[in-house]
């Protein structure tokens, strides 16, 4: 038998099994980019570029790699990322992402359009957790939305600005993940019916799957193309910086800008009373083209130092990337799609797991780079290619 069959153990390990177990076209609407997925690829392959320098004959035996972010303790520099329709691909899956992440002492971020509501995610977890938010139209949607995000204790608000309009996502096309042709309903006919484990576990006992934080102004929100409709309407290109201020106004709690890819857009965040930014491309899901993160994180360190905290998101796949990116400036990372993997392919105790791993492999890499602490993680401890 393979051995990550047997014994998964890195982020790759269970991407291979979430693979085998998703229907076709949700493991693609997961794992892709856009477009040519140039971007996607270079998230991932920047990190290798940056080579790490080993230091012998240091004291490491007193190894730390907690931290804080948004003001909460961490045990590591990292954050799940909010991902939409996590709950598709695997049973309630947001909830059992927020008890690992609970498990593991890092913050766990929930996405407007996850499949488990906000007060379900708040009775799952033991800590507060962050919520991620979108500029709609209807003003009145997003107030009420960051109401309940406050009265199920989210202290840190994630605001994601790189969707004005939504990339060319030629996968979700292909496979059939969205679309009220035959062609689109045969392909999701046909591999659903090759999935007969994620059809009992997900699609029978994983109901209700609806857009739990959306259930209430969807007309039809357990229905893949009423969501589309919406997100069409809904999503606002007219956004700038003045309707930031206007939420700024609102959410008393931290605030977390999330698009940033730019100094020019870093000090903007930093001007509207952001307590943080991301430095995102969306996972190479947007435009495709655009630089990685990890290359633009530098630019965005120094545009704003240590005024306000900054994260980044993208090609995070070990922790080894974790390190590259802090020691490089950044407060910690969010990870997307391997914990989606995880959970998919495991559940709660898969993402547990593969969580420990993480933390072991920075534990692991700090003590043979000769460091203690995560304030030790420099630049001059990156060699670049």
Partial sequence: MTDY??????????????????????FNYIDGGANDERTMAANQADFQKLKLRQQVLRDVSRVDSSTSM????????????????????????????????????IPFTLSTVGICPLEEVRDASTQPFWFQLYMLKDREIVAALLERARAAGCNTLVFTVDLAVTGMRHRDLRHGMLGKDFAARFSRALTLAGSPRWLLDVGIRG?????????????????????????NSQFDPSVTWKDIAWLRSLW?????????????????AREVGAEGIVVSNHGGRQLDGVSSTINKLPEVINA??????????????????????????????????????AVAARGEQGLTDLLSVYKRE????????????????????????
């Fill in 304 to 341: 704003v130092g240590n005024e306000i905290e900054t994260y980044l998101d993208g090609g995070v796949r070990s922790g080894i990337d974790v390190v590259r990116a802090v020691a490089l400036g950044a407060r910690g990372v969010l990870i997307g799609r391997p914990w989606v993997w």
């Fill in 70 to 105: 948004g003001g909460q303790q961490a045990s590591m520099p990292m954050a799940l990322a909010p991902v939409g329709l996590a709950g598709m691909m695997a049973r309630r899956g947001e909830a059992q992402a927020a008890r690992s992440a609970a498990a593991a002492g």
């Fill in 252 to 268: 008393k709690g931290k605030l977390l800008i999330k698009g940033i890819m730019t100094a020019d857009d870093a000090r903007a």
């Fill in 5 to 26: 069959l047997v014994k998964p153990v890195t982020t790759f390990d269970y991407r291979r099994l979430a693979k085998e177990r998703l229907p076709g076209f949700l």
């Fill in 207 to 231: 109901k209700p799957h609806d857009f739990g934080n959306l259930s209430e102004v969807l007309t039809d929100s357990n229905n893949l193309d009423a969501y589309k409709a919406f997100i």
């Fill in 362 to 385: 920075i534990e692991v890499a700090m003590g043979l780079m000769g460091v203690n602490s995560i304030s030790e993680l420099t630049p001059e401890l990156i060699e670049r290619e």
